[in-house]
T-cell receptor, first 115, second 107 residues
Framework: GAGVSQSPSNKVTEKGKDVELRCDPI?????LYWYRQSLGQGLEFLIY????????KSGLPSDRFSAERTGGSVSTLTIQRTQQEDSAVYLC?????????????FGSGTRLTVV | KNEVEQSPQNLTAQEGEFITINCSYS?????LHWLQQHPGGGIVSLFM???GKKKHGRLIATINIQEKHSSLHITASHPRDSAVYIC?????????FGTGTRLQVFP
């Protein structure tokens, strides 16, 4: 596709339920990132995938959060047993390996509301 | 101290005014993004630059790598420019974001 595609664009879920957020990066981009922006807060790094390397999970806030990237393309961020503090906009970005020359392209985000 | 500092945090302007948003950083970088975030949350990359100056329409971005400083200028501002503008520095394996500048342009 022409850009980074995220789905759903909005998700309302009940506390305790699991949710899956999807990111479809730009074809050929080897790097994929997930970020989170809670209400009134800055952007928070969650996880980074680069090619076939082991992902950098250092930003995941708890073991309820996990992500995978299948075939080096589509990524799914899963939040188990959602809590109200998980409410945020979840943003995905992708990039070519040479980020200094190509930069990042962001998706339009998934707004998650946990009620 | 944050590694990426933006100023001002909030900015209001009348339509037509010249706007400047500043970004200072303390880490060595290869390049820097200026991003625009509208109320819906989506982020658009306005510029990526590693030296000098770039211009796109009414937007101008400059960077001084030696001084670790970048500025985003908006000429002839318009209400549709109202958004949060975020500076993000590019490190080898991640971005570090500034806290953003919330701009409101009134007609």
């Amino acid at each position: 596709g022409a850009g980074v595609s995220q789905s759903p664009s909005n998700k309302v879920t009940e506390k305790g339920k699991d949710v899956e957020l999807r990111c479809d990066p730009i074809s050929g981009h080897t790097a994929l990132y997930w970020y989170r922006q809670s209400l009134g807060q800055g952007l928070e790094f969650l996880i980074y995938f680069q090619g076939n390397s082991a992902p950098d999970k250092s930003g995941l806030p708890s073991d309820r959060f996990s992500a995978e990237r299948t075939g080096g393309s589509v990524s799914t961020l899963t939040i188990q047993r959602t809590q109200q503090e998980d409410s945020a906009v979840y943003l995905c970005a992708s990039s070519y390996r040479d980020r200094a020359n190509y930069g990042y392209t962001f998706g339009s985000g998934t707004r998650l509301t946990v009620v | 101290k944050n590694e990426v500092e933006q100023s001002p945090q909030n900015l209001t302007a009348q339509e037509g005014e010249f706007i400047t948003i500043n970004c200072s950083y303390s880490v060595g970088i290869s390049a820097l993004h200026w991003l625009q975030q509208h109320p819906g949350g989506g982020i658009v990359s306005l510029f990526m630059l590693s030296s000098g100056k770039k211009k796109h329409g009414r937007l101008i971005a400059t960077i001084n790598i030696q001084e670790k400083h970048s500025s985003l200028h908006i000429t002839a501002s318009h209400p549709r420019d109202s958004a949060v503008y975020i500076c993000a520095v590019i490190l080898p394996d991640k971005l570090i974001f500034g806290t953003g500048t919330r701009l409101q342009v009134f007609p």
